[in-house]
């Protein structure tokens, strides 16, 4: 059976090559402080983005439990944030070629950010999550979650951020 053009139209949006690994680029090389963090995409869809965070010894925010510092949290989820809504931009403006849609983050900037610490962070490494609640022509809102190696979720967060 045909598949009718609205049915198409819900299919899950795919990135191109080029768009998925210059925005890795800029996200794991150019902001350089998500190198200090760690961070590291682990997937990159419209709808949604995943990344990993590693424990590490300069993470470390309680000395006597090896828990992870609440700022790595709180900077993760903001940089998880803000990657989401890098890939929103993206998502709406496929008509245009990657390289110029990678040029439209040059305003993107942190507006507001909460952060509800749930559970301690301790473990191997951390999955980190995001996703647009709304992409406004001017602000987006977003939704994070920080989860433990188990999948357990040990912290949220939701932001605002300037696009244009």
Same mark, same amino acid.
């Given at each position: 059976? =045909?598949?009718?053009?609205?049915?198409? !139209? @819900? /299919?899950p949006l795919e990135f191109e090559e080029e768009f $998925?690994? &210059? @925005?890795?680029?800029?996200?794991?090389e150019k902001i350089v402080f998500n190198q200090v963090l &760690?961070?590291?995409?682990?997937? @990159? $869809? =419209? %709808?949604?983005?995943?990344?990993? #965070?590693? #424990?590490?010894? %300069?993470?470390?925010?309680h000395y006597a439990h090896n828990r992870i510092h609440g700022g790595a949290i709180s900077a993760g989820l903001d940089a998880m944030g803000g990657l989401a809504v890098m890939a929103a931009i993206g998502a709406r403006h496929m008509d245009e070629s990657p #390289? /110029?849609? @990678? !040029?439209?983050?040059s305003k993107l900037g942190t507006i507001d950010l909460r952060v509800d610490y749930l559970r301690p962070g301790i473990g191997e490494y951390f999955e980190l999550r995001a %996703?647009?609640? $709304?992409l406004g *022509?001017?602000?987006? *809102?977003? $939704? #994070? %979650?920080?989860?433990a190696a188990d999948g357990k979720l040990l912290s949220t967060a939701?932001?605002?951020?300037?696009v244009s």
């Open positions: 059976m =045909p598949k009718s053009s609205s049915a198409a !139209q @819900l /299919l $998925r690994l &210059g @925005l890795k680029n800029i996200f794991e &760690g961070l590291k995409i682990t997937s @990159l $869809r =419209p %709808e949604r983005v995943t990344a990993r #965070m590693d #424990m590490r010894h %300069e993470l470390i925010g #390289m /110029l849609r @990678l !040029q439209r983050f %996703e647009v609640l $709304r *022509s001017r602000v987006a *809102s977003t $939704r #994070m %979650e920080f989860l939701a932001a605002a951020y300037i």
